[in-house]
């Protein structure tokens, strides 16, 4: 399943998912992976969470290559239950017309391997057009 954190930039999505992937992992018997542009959460964040900084990954240019890395973490590890995934509108080539493509492709991935994503976006839900929010849980509304 895909979940989603909305709302523009200030309104607490990336405390909010910190709390949630913080929760999870204390009762989780598989991984929780955090994914965020730069190393500034790592304190913040549970031990037990891998924190993937994409800064390290500058090469990762587009929404493809994105799903390919996130493939590549699923492969190294296969009991991933959820992977959160903060401000992916501030990831560099990714824009408001590349969600509804993005977020089909995790919900997919999210059945094949039975996983969860937790995706936050920093814009309102109006200016995401061609986003079907009915598919997708919307945690902070």
């Known amino acids: 399943m895909v979940k989603v954190l909305v709302g523009h930039k200030g309104s607490g999505k990336t405390k909010m998912m910190i709390d949630l992937a913080n929760q999870q992992v204390e009762k989780a018997s598989g991984s929780v992976i955090f994914i965020n542009k730069n190393s500034r959460l790592t304190t913040d964040l549970n031990y037990r969470i891998r924190v993937v900084c994409m800064e390290e990954y500058a090469q990762i240019t587009d929404s493809d290559e994105y799903i390919g890395f996130i493939y590549g973490i699923i492969s190294s590890d296969h009991d991933i239950e959820t992977i959160y ?28 391997h039975g996983m969860d994503f937790v995706v936050s976006l920093s814009a309102d839900p109006e200016e995401m057009i061609g986003v079907d929010f009915g598919k997708y849980e919307v945690l902070n509304q």
Do not use: M
């Open 85 to 112: 995934i903060d401000s992916i509108l501030k990831f560099s080539n990714f824009s408001l017309g590349d969600l509804p493509k993005f977020l089909e492709r995790l919900d997919g991935i999210s059945k094949v």
